[in-house]
């Protein structure tokens, strides 16, 4: 456990990664979207979707763990495992951190008003139909989901080669299509509609979830195998 | 200094001897250590402990436990001996080798070699009289 | 007095095979505790293969390996007291050498941040520089120094001096010895450059296509072979009957390396037939039996009709 920890310490020694660019992506977007906000001329609700620039960038983290901290952590003589549980409880804390912004910054903008203009950075409705817990767990889940699949697919990769990647995401592309036509020949796209929208926020959190534990599944199992 | 081509402790072994030959390493002084020599000749002290282990082994150095090696009484006498023995095998063999191929005969070499001495001789015994 | 020496790795039949390739044919060696090996050999022979599956950053296809008497694969107990920084090695973006020693104190219980210290000067590496803007020669300076300061108990040093000049590889061979004698560990050296590290290895591997050629004390490779120079007639004359790892010649002179021990009377026969006995360093010995030019007669017994 003792190595384990020192594998979260050692993401963090380098602060750029895990702290300054995410704060400077989110302070970035989020400047931007309130000049927007303000350029826009209406006293209507002003909704921007640049929250989920961080989240995004939570992607590119989880390929450089695997790209460049594990062949390090090799070096440092470090076992997959514990390299694989420590990126993946520091992407949990980088992940809370930001929900704790994002949480509080909710708050905050209910309080202003939207920060004066009606404008929508933190706080959309629809994430916190459940309450500030509801919309703290959908971010948390969606930013460790994005890190996951950004280290899934770059365990792939290191370990089958750009082919091996290319054969998996077509894979998975003809998988999704032949989901899609399977719904257009039940003729059940009311049915699949009607489900999304009930099941909001939260539903998609929790599926969000489940493919998050079977990526990282994935991963570890690719990772046992993989050489630096 | 160092032949690429032998064992290297034997040459290591074999630096502490012509030290002990030549006078510079007194009897009963403190050879240098395994340490040092390992420093000085910039070579792995395993090797330069097995160069004192054959001296020790040998008998031309003694342990004196807890300060060090040691020359012991006699070794220079010893050493001399060895290589008297080995003179004839380590010098006069390759010289007559080699005054073959350049066609000096025995008497040529002798003659070479008693001119030579003397010459060696005579600037001695000036530099003894300048000192 | 012998004792039964420390075994602190064991590799039995060893192999890799990639695809139609064998990278390791059939290895089996044994590691003494603190003792410096070389692991000597070509490039791409197969030593950093085998270093990799040492420290389970690569897998064996088939054989067994054993550190300190356990597997090390996904073994923290063992691979903490393992070293290997490997010739070409990764470091996290944007990280600095700072950065670098500051997360290998994190790993490496023995680390001692005054001797990275002092390397960092003696190397005049620049601390705050980021890693990927270093020169080929600071990267090296970075993982040496990873590799002296964590005092692992097993280290490699995986051909460590690519980039580095002759005074900065000269002050690694030193730093290494003067660390080594005041703190021993078991080193494991990879090289091609044999000459440079001839003195300091006390034990040689020879690695050759996948294969061990060569695995004994240095001192006792040293005397190994001699190298007879003379009249081609006369030394051939002389080498019959005995194994001739390489040979030259310059119209009627002939330089012949012979393996084996050459006795005082062998010597006598030698200079009454006007022949030159020299010696043959270790990266001779190594080079001239791992060369595979088509001309060369690769190791052979006398006696066969040319």
Redesign the interface.
Known sequence: MN?TL?VI??QF??R??YVWIPLIILAGSFVLSLLIFALIPTDAPKYGGAAQAPLWYLLAVGI?AM???F??S?????????FYVGALLTAGIAALVLVAVYVLGGFVEQLTGGWGMNGWYFYLPWIWEAGPLGAGLFYFVMAVLLFIIGFWSATIYKRFGGVGLTIVLVGIGLALVGLLWLVGRMDAWGFVWEWLMSAGAMGLTAWAAVVAVLLAGIAFLTL??T?? | MIDEGRALFLQIAESVENAIVEGTLAEEAQAPSTNELAAFHRINPATAAKGIAMLVDKGVLYKRRGIGMFVAPGARQVLLGERRAAFADRYVDPLLAEARKLGLAADDLADLVRDRASAWEAASVNEGMTR | MTTSPDLVVQVDHLTKRYRETLAVDDVSFSIEKDKIYGLLGRNGAGKTTVM?IL?????ATSGDVRVFGEQPY???RV????????ES????????PT??F???R???PRWDQKLADRLIEDFQLPPKKRIKKLSRGQLSAVGVI?GLASR?EITFFDEPYLGLDAVARQIFYDRLLEDYTLHPRTVILSSHLIDEVANLIEKVIVIDRGRIIMDDDTDAVRDRAASIVGDTAIVEAFVAGREVIHRESLGRVSSVTVLGALSPEDRRRLAAAGLEVGPVSLQQLIVRTTQHSPSDTAITTEGAVR
């Open positions: 190595r020192s310490r050692m020694v380098n750029q990664t450089q790209t460049m901290s062949p390090f090799q070096a440092m003589s470090v076992t997959r495992r514990e046992r195998r050489v630096p | 990799s420290t389970a950053q690569n897998f996904e073994n923290a691979l903490g007291r393992m070293c290997f920084v490997r090695q990764k470091y996290p973006d944007d990280a600095t950065h670098a500051a997360m290998a994190l790993f490496f990873i692992a």
